[in-house]
């Protein structure tokens, strides 16, 4: 409680907030985890994050379920395709939604029991980085930003 979360990560707005501790509910393990970059209201890469045995897989695809060749965050997995998930257009039409008001958000997303469950609205993920092994995935990421 007494660090500054927002100073330490470059990311100020957090400076701001009042600390609080809370629980929130386990929804289980091995979750996957479905990451719309959302640029005014227009969903455009999500990736997917699972942590199976101790390691990540982290891959991008567009809003056409294609694998995209990024090769960005750490432990990306081109061989490792994960599936579309059945609530997919669902996801899509609530982070259209709930990103609206906002130049950039990255909205996650879990799918459990057939529903679609909100797991966060990030407005800096990964503290305004994406590491990519080609630059210009980097510049692609943030394109969208500049120009809108």
Known sequence: MDIDYGEINAEFHYSFIKKKIFAEEFIGNNLKNFKFLCYNGNPKYVYVSIKENHTKYRNFYN???TFLDFHCL???HPTYIFRKPKLFEKMKEYARKLSIDFKFVRIDF???DNEVKLGEMTFTPMN???Y???KENEIE???DIITN
């Open 110 to 112: 879990y799918e459990l």
């Open 63 to 65: 809003m056409n379920w």
């Open 128 to 130: 305004s980085f994406f």
């Open 141 to 143: 990421l943030g394109r």
């Open 74 to 76: 750490s432990h990306p």
């Open 132 to 134: 990519c092994i080609k």
